[in-house]
């Protein structure tokens, strides 16, 4: 009987450097690469297991002392669409979402520079280069798309692009990589519109979840996560599913 060989990735672990979401914490990732010709179906196993991706890196947080970061995702199915929810759809009626290659153009640095000088300048991210960015966008095995959100036909500024999402497409949900907007059109919640025009998507492409990335309890940056519910957290016992209490 033969048994069939897999390559299995090799996990690394990081030295520790300080936490960008809780001061005076210190934070280390595991993390592995993304190659071969399974990469695909592994970014989708890593993702179920709590795993991010950054180009052909898969992590996860393995702090000591700390579990603060739970990995999130949204079971589309079951998604409470609010009125607030309805309200941010209602107020960009006037934007189309396009799904195009994951392929970094001028426009899209330009949009992204603007967002982070504006938004995240003392970030991780500040030092991004046209190059650096290219790399972020282009530099995967995954299934990866971005999705623009014009102004639509008829609009006096019609065909700006406002805002952007890097996402994959797991074999189970579709998983949201980084996103930014025109900061001058924040009136918009177009943060918000890239969440609910993902649940949407994911509906249509008949997949379950759409992983929102960690939320990091006790960090302000990632208290937005929680607004999408119902939600599921991951859980050294597993997935599990939360609502905000009463």
């Given at each position: 009987?033969?048994?069939e ?43 179920q ?9 898969a ?57 982070i ?8 991210m ?6 650096d ?13 971005l ?6 036909a ?37 943060g ?5 025009d993902s ?14 990335g ?7 940056k ?5 607004k ?5 957290r ?13």
């Amino acid at each position: 009987m033969s048994i069939e060989r897999r390559n299995f990735p090799q996990f690394f672990i990081t030295a520790p450097t300080p936490c960008p979401y809780l001061p005076g914490k210190f934070e280390r990732k595991v993390f592995t690469h993304l190659v071969g010709q399974d990469s695909r179906h592994l970014n989708t196993q890593l993702s179920q297991g709590g795993f991010r991706r950054s180009q052909n890196i898969a992590y996860r947080p393995a702090c000591d002392h700390c579990q603060a970061c739970s990995s999130t995702r949204v079971p589309v199915a079951s998604f409470d669409w609010t009125k607030s929810f309805k309200r941010v759809m209602k107020r960009n009626r006037d934007v189309v979402a396009t799904s195009v290659r994951a392929q970094a153009t001028s426009e899209h640095y330009s949009l992204f520079r603007g967002y982070i000088d504006t938004r995240h300048s003392e970030g991780g991210m500040a030092d991004m280069s046209v190059l650096d960015f290219a790399a972020m966008v282009d530099d995967t095995t995954a299934d990866s798309r971005l999705v623009e959100f014009r102004f639509a036909a008829g609009h006096p500024q019609e065909g700006e692009l406002i805002c952007a999402v890097l996402m994959d497409i797991l074999g189970d949900g579709l998983s949201l990589i980084y996103s930014f907007f025109e900061p001058s059109y924040s009136y918009r919640s177009l943060g918000t519109l890239v969440v609910l025009d993902s649940i949407m998507r994911a509906q249509r492409l008949g997949l379950p979840y759409v992983y929102l990335g960690y939320f990091v309890q006790g960090s302000q940056k990632m208290e937005y996560k929680s607004k999408f519910m119902p939600q599921e957290r991951l859980s050294p016992d597993g997935w599990y599913l939360y609502r905000n209490p009463a």
